[in-house]
């Protein structure tokens, strides 16, 4: 057996409990919060699977950034944001929508894990800096999605502060 | 293997969490955090992929979808507190047009 599956077997548990409280939490706050134990825990997959650039990615823009992003929006809402009770038409729906995606991923995930999807001894390779830097920056591999998410960033940036100046006070 | 199996039953298991989530919650900050499981879950899968194949094209693509996710939330966020300024409490299903 894998050295790494027990605390593999952990982050799991932890990411799916903290996501299940993140969908069923009524207090806003206390679903960033567990929104923050998720992104940490999945982190942590991500360090355990020889991602050590993306777990260093993921703790500092999910977690710094994003989660925190989240926790200022929440304060800042009037009534700490205050949710209406779901109908049970929605909640049916919503569960509903749930269990045909699981099964439908479980169809499609079947074949793939049948047909032997082995951690080979190949960890120790991948993860390094200098190999995800050459994927992002090699030209005919990620070169072109890699700079386009720089236009995207800034037009994510003018797009929100345009809406927010659109609908703004008359100050 | 085991180790495999669970990532991979796990990713899938807390995609169909954040759709769930996505059609059960009315507070458009929630359905934001829903939509953050589910990429997360995506890139979980992205990552075990790229561990499998001993390939860090996986890892790459990750990154990218991480800076993504940033732009979904800043835009995601903005349009929240705008729906949030009018109305409260807020309920996705009230407002018939955001103008903007």
Do not use: W
């Given at each position: 057996m894998?050295?790494?599956?027990?605390?593999v077997?952990?982050?799991?548990?932890?990411?799916?409990?903290?996501?299940?409280?993140v969908?069923?939490?009524?207090g806003?706050?206390?679903?960033?919060?567990?929104?923050?134990?998720?992104s940490?825990?999945?982190?942590?997959?991500?360090?355990?699977?020889?991602?050590?650039?993306?777990?260093?990615?993921?703790?500092?823009i999910?977690?710094?950034?994003?989660?925190?992003?989240?926790?200022?929006?929440?304060?800042?809402?009037?009534?700490?944001?205050?949710e209406?009770?779901?109908?049970?038409l929605?909640?049916t729906?919503?569960?509903?929508?749930?269990?045909?995606?699981?099964?439908?991923?479980?169809?499609?995930?079947?074949?793939?894990?049948a047909?032997?999807?082995?951690?080979?001894?190949?960890?120790?390779?991948?993860?390094?800096?200098?190999g995800v830097?050459?994927?992002?920056?090699?030209a005919?591999?990620l070169?072109?999605?890699f700079?386009?998410?720089?236009?995207?960033?800034?037009?994510?940036?003018i797009?929100s502060?345009?809406?927010w100046?659109?609908?703004g006070?008359?100050? | 293997?085991?180790?495999?199996?669970?990532?991979?039953?796990?990713?899938a298991?807390?995609?169909?969490?954040?759709?769930?989530?996505?059609?059960?919650?009315?507070?458009?900050?929630?359905?934001?955090m829903?939509?953050?499981?589910?990429?997360?879950?995506?890139?979980?899968?992205?990552?075990?992929?790229?561990?499998?194949?001993?390939?860090?094209?996986?890892?790459?693509?990750?990154?990218?979808?991480?800076?993504?996710?940033?732009?979904?939330?800043?835009?995601?966020?903005?349009?929240?507190?705008?729906?949030?300024?009018n109305?409260?409490?807020?309920?996705?299903?009230?407002?018939?047009?955001?103008?903007?």
């Open positions: 894998d050295v790494f599956f027990a605390p077997l952990a982050a799991c548990v932890v990411a799916f409990f903290s996501a299940l409280f969908v069923t939490a009524r806003a706050i206390r679903a960033v919060v567990a929104l923050l134990a998720h940490l825990a999945i982190a942590a997959l991500y360090a355990l699977l020889a991602a050590g650039l993306v777990a260093v990615g993921q703790l500092l999910y977690s710094g950034a994003i989660v925190v992003l989240f926790l200022f929006v929440v304060a800042l809402l009037p009534p700490g944001g205050r209406l009770s779901s109908q049970p929605r909640v729906a919503g569960i509903l929508v749930g269990l045909v995606l699981l099964a439908a991923l479980f169809t499609g995930l079947g074949p793939a894990t047909g032997g999807l082995q951690l080979t001894g190949a960890g120790a390779e991948i993860g390094s800096v200098t830097g050459h994927q992002l920056f090699d005919g591999k070169l072109i999605p700079e386009l998410t720089a236009p995207l960033l800034l037009v994510a940036i797009g502060v345009a809406l100046r659109r609908q006070a008359p100050s | 293997m085991l180790t495999t199996v669970t990532v991979l039953s796990t990713s298991v807390l995609f169909a969490l954040g759709a769930t989530g996505v059609m059960l919650r009315r507070n458009p900050v929630a359905m934001l829903c939509v953050e499981i589910m990429l997360n879950a995506g890139n979980l899968v992205l990552v075990l992929g790229s561990r499998a194949q001993g390939n860090d094209a996986g890892q790459a693509t990750a990154l990218i979808v991480l800076v993504i996710a940033a732009a979904e939330a800043v835009v995601g966020l903005g349009l929240a507190l705008v729906l949030f300024r109305r409260e409490p807020v309920d996705v299903d009230e407002p018939r047009a955001v103008r903007g």
